[in-house]
C-alpha cells in the first residue's frame, strides 16, 4: 500500500511519530494509501530546515529565482496529466476537472516568474536638501500554507509560488485526504533548481496545525478551509504574532432577473453548482430567481441534471466525481433529509440511484428555500443547489448582503445598468455579470468579505505580494562633509 510522507531539506522523510491516516480513492471507498502524521519534533525539523536555507535563499537574485520558477513551470506543464491523475485518484474529481485545476494554479507560478517587476520599489529623488528617499520590499522569513482537500494542487500555488518568489523559505501542511499531489509538485521544484530547504511539505492533522500557529520562527501563515477554522487559524496565528491570510467558507448566490437568457442561466447554474460536486468555495449554492421566471428558471435546470454523468473521476465522459468521504457524503445527504422536512420542495433528489460503492451524492435541486432552513443557512459543500425566490432586483441584493458569508455571487441579466448597479451595491468580495463563477485571473488577488475571511489581505495576485514581503523606506544623503553640523530641531524637507 503506497505510504505518503513528509518532504524536508530536499528528501522524502518517513515519520517516525507513529501516528498516520488513512488515503481512499472516493470513487470506491477502498484504502489507497496511508499518509504519516507529523508530531510537534517533526514540525520542528521541517521549520528549522526552512529558517537554515532562508539567508540563501533571500540573498539569491530576482533574476535566478525568476529563472527557477519558469522551470517549474514548464514541468508543471510538462506533468500536468500526472498531477491530474494524482488529484483524481485521492480527491476524486473527474480528470477535466483536475486539468482545470491544474492549469488555474499554473497561472500562478506564471504570475510569479514576474517577480523582478512585480516586487520594484519606489524612488523620490531630492525629496529634500540633497536628500533622496526610496522604499524597497523584503521578504518575510519562514511562512507556511495550510491547505484543502478540495483543491490539493491549485491551492498552494496561490501560496508557495509568491512566497518562494519573494524570497521566503515555505512549509507546507496540505490536507491529509489527499496529500500526494504536493510530494509530487515537492519533487518538480527540486528538478527546477529549487534548493533543499526552501520549499517542505509537512503532512499531519491539528497537531501539525497547531504547532506551526505556535512556533516563532514561523513568521506568516495562509490558510484557505471552512469558516471555524478560519477563525481559528487566524485567531491563533495572530495570537502568536503572525501574519495570517485565513480564508473561510462561503454560500455564493447566483441572481436572475426578468430579462436574463434563462437558457444560458441554467446552463451557468448547473455547471457552477454540480463541478467537483459542489466540493468548490466559488460553487453556486443558491439561485435567487425573480418570481415571473423562477418556474421556468427550475424546470430548465431541472431538465439538464439527469444528463450529467456521474461516476468514477478516472472514467472516461463521468462530468461528476464522488465526495471526498463517507462522512461528508453522509452529511451532505443529511441536508437533503433536512431540507424537506423544513419544507423546501425537493426537486430532484440526490438520494436516488447511487452506486453501491464509493461516496457519492447525485445532483440535487431544492426549490423554495428560505433563511432559517439549514440547507439555506449553512455551506453544505456538495452537489445541492437551493432556489429561493425573490421579488426582483431589490429583494435579491438584500438577501445577499444578509448572508455572513460573502465569498462570491454572480447577476445574470441582460441590463447593464441593473449589472453595474448591482457590482456597486453588492457585499462581497468577487462578483461575477453573466459569469457564474468568478474567479479572478493570478493577476488579481482572490478573497471575499465578511466570514469568508479572516485577515485584510486577499490571496494570491498583487495581494499575494504584499502579503509575503515587508517594505523597508530609506532616506539617504550623501554629503558634502564641509556642510555638515549638530542640529538637534525636527528634521524638516523645506
Given at each position: 500500500?503506497?505510504?505518503?510522507?513528509?518532504?524536508?531539506?530536499?528528501?522524502?522523510?518517513?515519520?517516525?511519530?507513529?501516528?498516520?491516516?488513512?488515503?481512499?480513492?472516493?470513487?470506491?471507498?477502498?484504502?489507497?494509501?496511508?499518509?504519516?502524521?507529523?508530531?510537534?519534533?517533526?514540525v520542528d525539523m521541517a521549520v528549522?530546515?526552512?529558517?537554515?536555507?532562508?539567508?540563501?535563499?533571500?540573498?539569491?537574485?530576482?533574476?535566478?529565482?525568476?529563472?527557477?520558477?519558469?522551470?517549474?513551470?514548464?514541468?508543471?506543464?510538462?506533468?500536468?496529466?500526472?498531477?491530474?491523475?494524482?488529484?483524481?485518484?485521492?480527491?476524486?474529481?473527474?480528470?477535466?476537472?483536475?486539468?482545470?485545476?491544474?492549469?488555474?494554479?499554473?497561472?500562478?507560478?506564471?504570475?510569479?516568474?514576474?517577480?523582478?517587476?512585480?516586487?520594484?520599489?519606489?524612488?523620490?529623488?531630492?525629496?529634500?536638501?540633497?536628500?533622496?528617499?526610496?522604499?524597497?520590499?523584503?521578504?518575510?522569513?519562514?511562512?507556511?500554507?495550510?491547505?484543502?482537500?478540495?483543491?490539493?494542487?491549485?491551492?498552494?500555488?496561490?501560496?508557495?509560488?509568491?512566497?518562494?518568489?519573494?524570497?521566503?523559505?515555505?512549509?507546507?501542511?496540505?490536507?491529509?485526504?489527499?496529500?500526494?499531489?504536493?510530494?509530487?509538485?515537492?519533487?518538480?521544484?527540486?528538478?527546477?533548481?529549487?534548493?533543499?530547504?526552501?520549499?517542505?511539505?509537512?503532512?499531519?492533522?491539528?497537531?501539525?496545525?497547531?504547532?506551526?500557529?505556535?512556533?516563532?520562527?514561523?513568521?506568516?501563515?495562509?490558510?484557505?478551509?471552512?469558516?471555524?477554522?478560519?477563525?481559528?487559524?487566524?485567531?491563533?496565528?495572530?495570537?502568536?504574532?503572525?501574519?495570517?491570510?485565513?480564508?473561510?467558507?462561503?454560500?455564493?448566490?447566483?441572481?436572475?432577473?426578468?430579462?436574463?437568457?434563462?437558457?444560458?442561466?441554467?446552463?451557468?447554474?448547473?455547471?457552477?453548482?454540480?463541478?467537483?460536486?459542489?466540493?468548490?468555495?466559488?460553487?453556486?449554492?443558491?439561485?435567487?430567481?425573480?418570481?415571473?421566471?423562477?418556474?421556468?428558471?427550475?424546470?430548465?435546470?431541472?431538465?439538464?441534471?439527469?444528463?450529467?454523468?456521474?461516476?468514477?473521476?478516472?472514467?472516461?465522459?463521468?462530468?461528476?466525481?464522488?465526495?471526498?468521504?463517507?462522512?461528508?457524503?453522509?452529511?451532505?445527504?443529511?441536508?437533503?433529509?433536512?431540507?424537506?422536512?423544513?419544507?423546501?420542495?425537493?426537486?430532484?433528489?440526490?438520494?436516488?440511484?447511487?452506486?453501491?460503492?464509493?461516496?457519492?451524492?447525485?445532483?440535487?435541486?431544492?426549490?423554495?428555500?428560505?433563511?432559517?432552513?439549514?440547507?439555506?443557512?449553512?455551506?453544505?459543500?456538495?452537489?445541492?443547489?437551493?432556489v429561493k425566490r425573490v421579488s426582483?432586483?431589490?429583494?435579491?441584493?438584500?438577501?445577499?448582503?444578509?448572508?455572513?458569508?460573502?465569498?462570491?455571487?454572480?447577476?445574470?441579466?441582460?441590463?447593464?445598468?441593473?449589472?453595474?448597479?448591482?457590482?456597486?451595491?453588492?457585499?462581497?468580495?468577487?462578483?461575477?455579470?453573466?459569469?457564474?463563477?468568478?474567479?479572478?485571473?493570478?493577476?488579481?488577488?482572490?478573497?471575499?468579505?465578511?466570514?469568508?475571511?479572516?485577515?485584510?489581505?486577499?490571496?494570491?495576485?498583487?495581494?499575494?505580494?504584499?502579503?509575503?514581503?515587508?517594505?523597508?523606506?530609506?532616506?539617504?544623503?550623501?554629503?558634502?562633509?564641509?556642510?555638515?553640523?549638530?542640529?538637534?530641531?525636527?528634521?524638516?524637507?523645506?
Open positions: 500500500m503506497n505510504r505518503i510522507s513528509h518532504w524536508i531539506d530536499g528528501n522524502v522523510v518517513a515519520s517516525t511519530s507513529g501516528n498516520t491516516a488513512p488515503v481512499y480513492d472516493p470513487a470506491t471507498g477502498e484504502q489507497s494509501g496511508t499518509v504519516d502524521l507529523a508530531s510537534v519534533a517533526e528549522a530546515t526552512a529558517k537554515a536555507a532562508f539567508p540563501e535563499w533571500r540573498s539569491t537574485s530576482l533574476s535566478r529565482r525568476a529563472e527557477i520558477l519558469f522551470r517549474l513551470r514548464e514541468l508543471v506543464d510538462a506533468n500536468r496529466k500526472e498531477i491530474a491523475r494524482l488529484l483524481t485518484a485521492e480527491h476524486g474529481k473527474v480528470l477535466s476537472d483536475s486539468l482545470g485545476e491544474v492549469a488555474r494554479g499554473l497561472e500562478n507560478i506564471e504570475f510569479a516568474c514576474g517577480i523582478p517587476q512585480l516586487i520594484k520599489g519606489e524612488y523620490s529623488e531630492q525629496a529634500s536638501s540633497g536628500v533622496d528617499v526610496y522604499s524597497i520590499r523584503q521578504p518575510l522569513g519562514v511562512v507556511a500554507g495550510i491547505t484543502p482537500f478540495n483543491f490539493p494542487a491549485m491551492v498552494p500555488m496561490w501560496m508557495f509560488a509568491n512566497a518562494l518568489a519573494c524570497g521566503n523559505t515555505f512549509v507546507l501542511k496540505p490536507s491529509e485526504k489527499d496529500p500526494s499531489v504536493n510530494m509530487f509538485v515537492a519533487e518538480l521544484l527540486a528538478k527546477a533548481g529549487m534548493p533543499a530547504g526552501v520549499f517542505n511539505v509537512v503532512q499531519g492533522d491539528k497537531v501539525a496545525v497547531d504547532r506551526l500557529l505556535e512556533h516563532d520562527d514561523i513568521a506568516a501563515v495562509s490558510f484557505v478551509g471552512s469558516t471555524p477554522i478560519a477563525q481559528y487559524i487566524y485567531e491563533t496565528g495572530t495570537k502568536h504574532g503572525k501574519r495570517v491570510q485565513a480564508l473561510g467558507g462561503a454560500k455564493n448566490h447566483m441572481l436572475v432577473l426578468n430579462d436574463a437568457d434563462l437558457d444560458m442561466a441554467a446552463d451557468a447554474a448547473v455547471s457552477a453548482a454540480y463541478g467537483s460536486a459542489g466540493e468548490r468555495c466559488m460553487a453556486v449554492s443558491v439561485v435567487l430567481a425573480a418570481d415571473e421566471i423562477a418556474d421556468d428558471l427550475v424546470s430548465k435546470v431541472a431538465e439538464r441534471i439527469p444528463s450529467i454523468k456521474v461516476g468514477a473521476g478516472y472514467d472516461d465522459g463521468n462530468e461528476m466525481g464522488p465526495l471526498i468521504t463517507g462522512e461528508h457524503r453522509d452529511k451532505v445527504k443529511g441536508y437533503i433529509d433536512g431540507a424537506a422536512d423544513s419544507g423546501a420542495t425537493v426537486v430532484v433528489d440526490g438520494r436516488e440511484g447511487l452506486p453501491a460503492e464509493g461516496y457519492f451524492v447525485n445532483p440535487t435541486l431544492l426549490d423554495r428555500v428560505e433563511p432559517g432552513m439549514a440547507c439555506y443557512d449553512d455551506e453544505i459543500f456538495g452537489p445541492v443547489l437551493s426582483g432586483y431589490q429583494d435579491g441584493l438584500d438577501t445577499i448582503n444578509a448572508s455572513p458569508y460573502a465569498n462570491g455571487t454572480a447577476i445574470f441579466t441582460r441590463d447593464g445598468g441593473a449589472a453595474r448597479q448591482f457590482q456597486f451595491d453588492v457585499q462581497v468580495g468577487m462578483v461575477g455579470i453573466n459569469v457564474p463563477v468568478p474567479v479572478p485571473v493570478s493577476y488579481y488577488s482572490f478573497g471575499g468579505w465578511k466570514a469568508s475571511l479572516f485577515g485584510d489581505t486577499h490571496m494570491y495576485g498583487p495581494e499575494g505580494i504584499n502579503f509575503y514581503t515587508q517594505g523597508k523606506v530609506i532616506t539617504s544623503r550623501w554629503p558634502d562633509p564641509a556642510t555638515s553640523s549638530v542640529n538637534l530641531g525636527f528634521p524638516e524637507t523645506r
